[in-house]
Nanobody, 122 residues
Framework: QVQLVESGGGLVQAGGSLRLSCAASGRFFSINDMGWYRQAPGMQRELVASITSGGTTHYIDSVKGRFTLSRDNAKNTVSLQMNSLKPEDTAVYLC????????????????YGQGTQVTVSS
């Protein structure tokens, strides 16, 4: 079992910044991709950004140039620096991890955190 614990959400004015962090713990062989999803009321959950174990990142177009995803493989953490926030970034943000259980062949297992609220006021 893997636990993902998020921190760093909150309320910020448009144009402000927030940093989200997520730490993975539990029993696993390795973590492949980590990332952040978000879900706004009445909207589908979307993958905002992801990062491979090798550090390759992917962002949705609406956050490119504003959000930066980073990862510390030694600590099993991932962080999302969000700058120039807009009201449309308001959502619950959920950390995600794609894990191998007991070996490289025992993959993938997908885990999600409980989510942290990000609210951007205009």
């Amino acid at each position: 079992q893997v636990q993902l614990v998020e921190s760093g959400g909150g309320l910020v004015q448009a144009g402000g910044s927030l940093r989200l962090s997520c730490a993975a713990s539990g029993r696993f062989f390795s973590i492949n991709d980590m990332g952040w999803y978000r879900q706004a009321p009445g909207m589908q959950r979307e993958l905002v950004a992801s990062i491979t174990s090798g550090g390759t990142t992917h962002y949705i177009d609406s956050v490119k140039g504003r959000f930066t995803l980073s990862r510390d493989n030694a600590k099993n953490t991932v962080s999302l620096q969000m700058n120039s926030l807009k009201p449309e970034d308001t959502a619950v943000y959920l950390c995600s991890a794609d894990v191998c259980g007991s070996s490289y062949y025992d993959c993938p297992y997908y885990y999600y955190g409980q989510g942290t609220q990000v609210t951007v006021s205009s």
